[in-house]
Nanobody, 129 residues
């Protein structure tokens, strides 16, 4: 079983940048496809970015294409979400999620909540206008 801890969320002005980190423990993150989700008050938790366990396949929600970048450093057991050109509508709690996958499915990523088995506690990102 893997444990996930997010960090890096804070208050930032519109147009600014943040880098969120998701550090895994208990198991090596290289065995997992990873995703970043966000949930704003009154809204459903939705996937903004996902990456296969090998790191060579990625997904981005339409609303974040060109502004958010997901990456992984398996040697550090950490997944990142670089967030640039932030907008007030990016304000949300950001969650990291993991799904154990086989080597044969190393390029697969998952974009729905029920596709993931493990979740972090979330980190708050607030973008002021």
């Amino acid at each position: 079983q893997v444990q996930l801890v997010e960090s890096g969320g804070k208050l930032v002005q519109a147009g600014g940048s943040l880098r969120l980190s998701c550090e895994a423990s208990g198991r090596t993150v290289s065995n997992y496809a990873m995703g970043w989700f966000r949930q704003a008050p009154g809204q459903e938790r939705a996937c903004v970015a996902a990456i296969g366990r090998r790191g060579d396949s990625t997904y981005y929600a339409t609303s974040v294409v060109g502004r958010l970048t997901i990456s992984r450093d398996n040697a550090k057991n950490t997944v990142y979400l670089q967030m640039d050109s932030l907008k007030p509508e990016d304000t949300a709690v950001y969650y990291c999620a993991a799904k154990e996958t086989t080597y044969a499915a190393a390029s697969y990523y998952y974009t729905t909540r029920d596709g993931y088995d493990y979740w972090g506690q979330g980190t708050q990102v607030t973008v002021s206008s």
